[in-house]
């Protein structure tokens, strides 16, 4: 589908992308690198669950610095005034974030805020791995990395002049990612090298895209659910017509917003059945757990999720203008576009 003469970026062949992309899955859609699994908490016949913030609700539950009321953790303000946010994401122990012409961390434990890196930009999309942040703009077509470590100067950039970015993927020897709205294309380059390998033909209405073992996952808006090899080829449709600008992709199924913005739907990979699993109102970032699908409702202004197999929403918390969301096996987090920056305990 791709001419031969595109096969040759960098001085590679699209065949050895495809054989090395492979490497490194990080957990569920990634956004999870170093999550720990605690001790299990041992309490006495004192504790008062309904308001011992260190076991609310039962028996080692940790509200993380909230406040435990009739049994519920309250929300945790993480920061303000950081500017204009997008898209999060969580390791164990920093959550990264963009703002305009920085990369910033916040610590979980101390709620110190590091700046990263700098660059030219806003932040439109992250994703990252164990010793990565990457990310991308739209109003700068800037395509960047930087060591998750505070002061690392100048970003490194991995691609510029870029137009509108859609989204981006990574596993640290490949980057991936596509424009948008109208002739992109999805890119693929090994670090290191110069050109990107173009993966596509032109292609409308690009937006998200997400990386899973040797697999890219990929929107085309509300045109439908795609896949194909992280080193090109023929591309597959799973479900056409469903789907906004954001997905989340666990083993089996991705979960993304409906066309309308009313729901949260999952389609099964394999089969490419679409079925309803809660309602939204006008969703924009998506992430799942091992249980759940979490996801930031901007026009409702709630952070909300639902158990992945259907049933209704469960509001976490009340937000203005919350876009994008980021998920631990902790807590869940969220960003806003006025600049705020929230976690509540699960």
Known sequence: MIVDDLLYRGGMRLVVLWLIAGCGRIGFDEQRPGATIDAPAVCGPEIDFSVDPKHCGTCGHDCLGGDCNAGRCSNVTLA??????????????????????RVRRIS????????????????????????????????????????KKPNQGAAEVIATGQGDVGGIASNDTFVYWDNY????????????????????????????????????YFMRDT??????????????????????WEMAVDGDNVYLASADKLSILRVSIASGTVTRVTEADGPWGIVV??????????????????????????????????????????????????????????
Request: hydrophobic content about 40%; glycine content about 12%; overall charge negative.
């Open 80 to 101: 303000t005034d950081q500017g204009d946010l997008r898209q999060p994401v969580v390791d164990d122990k920093y959550l990264y974030y963009g703002i305009a012409g």
């Open 108 to 147: 979980k434990e101390t709620r110190a805020i590091e700046d990263v890196a700098t660059y030219n930009g806003l932040a439109f999309r992250m994703t990252q791995t164990v010793d990565y942040v990457y990310w991308v703009t739209r109003n700068t077509g800037l395509v960047a990395r930087a060591v």
């Open 181 to 216: 709205p109208t002739g992109g294309r999805i890119y693929g380059q090994r670090l290191g090298d110069i050109l990107p390998a173009e993966l596509t033909p032109p292609l409308d209405d690009l937006s998200a895209i997400r990386l899973v073992d040797n697999t890219l």
């Open 223 to 244: 045109l439908g659910l795609f896949s194909m090899s992280s080193g090109g080829g023929p591309i597959t449709t799973i479900a056409p017509g469903v789907g906004s």
């Open 289 to 346: 757990d091992d249980t759940h699908v979490y996801f930031a409702n901007e026009d409702g202004g709630t952070i909300a999720r639902a158990i992945k197999t259907g049933g209704p929403a469960e509001i976490l918390a009340q937000a203005v203008e919350p876009v994008g969301v980021a998920v631990d096996n902790r807590a869940v987090y969220w960003t806003t576009r006025g600049g705020f920056i929230g976690m509540r305990a699960k």
